[in-house]
């Protein structure tokens, strides 16, 4: 059984740093990771993605300002968040492709207050 496990989250103010990360267990090997928010009221979106390989994308909101990574022997990835705006606010979750299959985290709550 593949479980994906955030952790990470908390309160911070604008400005500041956190550090997510998402850890995969089970016999899956994630080829596609990525990091996705929802804020209150709005629709899930994408942060960033990263594949096995190593290649990137970020949403333009976040360029700059964050950073993902990953740790293939780890089966983890790390989402790097610098100079937080209260807009970043959201659960953030962790998403993992393995084949066909992909899989959720139940999410970390990020707040940024002013």
């Known amino acids: 059984q593949v479980q994906v496990v955030e952790s990470g989250g908390g309160l911070v103010q604008a400005g500041g740093s956190l550090r997510l990360s998402c850890a995969v267990s089970?016999?899956?090997?994630?080829?596609?990771m990525g990091w996705f928010r929802q804020a209150p009221g709005k629709q899930r979106e994408l942060v960033a993605v990263?594949?096995?390989?190593?290649?990137?994308n970020y949403a333009e909101s976040v360029k700059g300002r964050f950073t993902i990574s990953r740790d293939n022997a780890k089966k983890t990835a790390y989402l790097q968040m610098n100079s937080l705006k209260p807009e970043d606010t959201a659960v953030y979750y962790c998403n993992a492709v393995a084949g066909p299959d992909e899989y959720w985290g139940q999410g970390t709550q990020v707040t940024v207050s002013l």
């Open positions: 089970g016999r899956a090997f994630s080829t596609v």
């Open positions: 990263i594949t096995r390989a190593g290649s990137i």
